[in-house]
């Protein structure tokens, strides 16, 4: 079955271009020009990637995007017009997974739907990874993460986390004790194709550290080895 994708986008014109060459690539399309609207669909119809303009009527992007995040791991890319260093920021703050800048050729935007996408499907436990090593459990301190369940404990309290920061805490936990540098990090858990910088990484170590840690302006789990990484003490 194909991938069904959300196309947020107020533009008419470029909403009718992103929906025909994503049809074409295979996809299964529904679009909106409204944040409202996107809201409604994106929890109705559950698709498997969101594309999300910034500048949208109803509630804006940035909004929609937050909200999404806290009810769904579904992938979302930011399209957005400006080439900021705030506006990507931003959009990684509020849980997008990658952004694109206006204007875009339209093989860029496919290659990163398909790059998503991929990142997606590698992290479902049904996915095929006879080439890693899985563990059903690691334990570090009072934190259990129970691969088999996809599920993270602290003191036996489950611990919410987006896809993205149990996959970092995975990735941090298998080499606890070693320094491991944002390059490395963002090549391995975010994968090589992703464009996003370093900055990435800071951001979910950040939210990693606001729920694991009992003061996360002092990290005593996930250590900041200046000039090196990061690294993982449990």
Known sequence: MADSILVVEDELSLRETLAYNL??????????????????????????????????????????????????????????????????????????????????????????????LRRTNLARPEADTTHIPVLESIVAGDIVVDQTRHEVRRGGRVIPLKPKEYDLLVFLARHKGQVLSREIILERVWGWDFVGGTRTVDVHVRWLRAKLEDDPSHPTRILTIRGAGYRFDG
């Not at 994106?42 to 995007?65: F, Q, S």
């Open 23 to 116: 049809e074409k690539a295979g996809y299964v399309v529904h679009i909106t020009g409204n944040g409202n609207e996107a809201l409604r669909l994106a929890r109705e119809l559950r698709p498997a990637l969101i594309l999300m303009d910034l500048m949208i009527p109803g509630i804006d992007g940035i909004e929609a995007t937050r909200i999404l995040r806290n009810e769904m791991p579904v992938p979302i890319l930011i399209l957005t017009a400006r080439d900021d260093e705030i506006d990507r920021v931003l959009g990684l703050e509020i849980g997008a997974d990658d952004y694109i800048t206006k204007p875009f050729s339209m093989r860029e935007l496919i290659a990163r739907v398909k790059a998503a």
